[in-house]
């Protein structure tokens, strides 16, 4: 089959509120994240595993409230006093677990806020007890925050998630598509998303439309196996 060159764009992520889809597994999170106010302490901690929607709905809350987003690996480089005299949201706290300076970034952050009584949301992978910070006092603070859980996704929002991904990619897919992906894939958000990003890659390396074939193809490919279904 003749091959066409293919360019590695960027798919175009839609953060807004009306494209986060609501399941069983995600609505606490999404009702908290709706109503800062009734949050039982200033902070709030979100946790789930990777492409859970962690971003997204830190992305809803900053619109709704006007926080500014950080990575928490950039608090070093932030003026954390006049940061902390808004809403803030700090992303992936886990990945500074061995960072001296981010955490210290991070714990006077927190300290501040909390004087200033500006809600202060943060997200990891994970439930807040496991991230492993170092500097013992953040971590306490950290586990001391209100916290909601986004877990695995379950059929209905499974495939409103793999339609999200097709969609931030402008791909429209065949109608067999998703819900064959669905039977067949890993149950996690990770997996949805390299497998739409493979499928894209061959859809186009190919010349083809994204079709059930290369849905099966990229199944098998993440099985680690080279024959098709």
Not at 130 to 159: E, K, M
Not at 170 to 189: G, N
Request: aromatic content about 4%.
């Amino acid at each position: 089959m003749a091959r066409q060159l293919s360019f590695d764009l960027p798919a175009l992520t839609v953060l807004g509120r009306a494209d986060f889809y609501v399941a069983p597994s995600n609505a606490l999170a999404v009702a908290m994240i709706e109503s800062t106010e009734t949050w039982p302490a200033p902070q709030l901690t979100v946790c789930g595993p990777e492409g859970a929607g962690k971003t997204h709905l830190a992305n809803v809350w900053a619109n709704m409230t006007g926080a500014v987003i950080v990575p928490s690996r950039d608090l070093p480089g932030r003026d954390i006093p006049t940061l902390a005299e808004a809403p803030v949201a700090v992303e992936d706290v886990p990945e500074i677990a061995s960072n001296a300076a981010a955490m210290d970034a991070l714990f006077h952050l927190f300290n501040l806020m909390r004087a200033n009584g500006c809600p202060l949301l943060m997200t990891g992978r994970g439930d807040p007890s496991q991230w492993g910070l170092a500097l013992p006092d953040i971590q306490s603070r950290v586990q001391a925050a209100a916290h909601v859980a986004l877990d695995l996704p379950d059929d209905t929002l499974l495939a409103a998630v793999l339609g999200k991904l097709f969609a931030d990619r402008q791909i429209t897919p065949k109608p067999d598509v998703i819900p064959y992906l669905v039977r067949q894939m890993e149950r996690s958000f990770a997996a949805a998303q390299s497998i739409v990003a493979g499928m894209d890659k061959m859809a186009l390396d190919e010349g083809r439309t994204v079709s059930r074939q290369i849905a099966a193809r990229m199944i098998a490919i993440a099985a680690g196996s080279s024959e098709t279904i």
